[in-house]
């Protein structure tokens, strides 16, 4: 559609979701993921009682993107390069780009 349609923002949402379930489809069988503990609702970082997880990758606000990358200090080096190569081909695959401009990022 044009600036302006309405059927525009369905589009991209809907494009955008499917993007972002590929996201972690691919960062899941790569082991980049994020387990959250909790017990009683709470978030627990450390509990002797029996924990349930959520695994938990990203935040979206409309078409902004934060992606959560918790490992070990030595492993940031791999596990960001290969996340942000999953998100660079995903995004390509939808025919849509990281805007790296000033601000941004």
Same mark, same amino acid.
């Given at each position: 559609?044009?600036?302006?349609?309405?059927?525009?923002?369905?589009?991209?949402?809907?494009?955008?979701?499917?993007?972002?379930?590929?996201?972690?489809?691919?960062?899941?069988?790569? !082991?980049?993921?994020?387990?959250?503990?909790? *017990?009683?609702?709470?978030?627990?970082?450390?509990?002797?009682?029996?924990?349930? *997880?959520?695994? %938990?990758?990203?935040?979206?606000?409309?078409?902004?993107?934060?992606?959560?990358?918790?490992?070990?200090?030595?492993?940031?080096?791999?596990?960001?390069?290969?996340?942000? !190569?999953? %998100?660079?081909? %995903?995004?390509?695959?939808? !025919?849509?780009?990281?805007?790296?401009?000033? !601000?941004?990022?």
């Amino acid at each position: 559609g044009r600036q302006g349609c309405k059927f525009g923002c369905v589009l991209f949402n809907m494009c955008y979701a499917m993007a972002l379930q590929e996201i972690e489809r691919r960062a899941t069988q790569q !082991g980049i993921t994020l387990q959250l503990a909790y *017990t009683k609702g709470c978030i627990q970082t450390r509990s002797h009682e029996p924990l349930q *997880t959520a695994t %938990v990758l990203e935040a979206t606000f409309v078409d902004d993107e934060a992606l959560v990358l918790i490992c070990k200090p030595s492993e940031v080096h791999t596990k960001l390069t290969k996340l942000m !190569g999953i %998100v660079r081909e %995903v995004f390509a695959k939808y !025919g849509m780009s990281i805007n790296w401009k000033a !601000g941004k990022t």
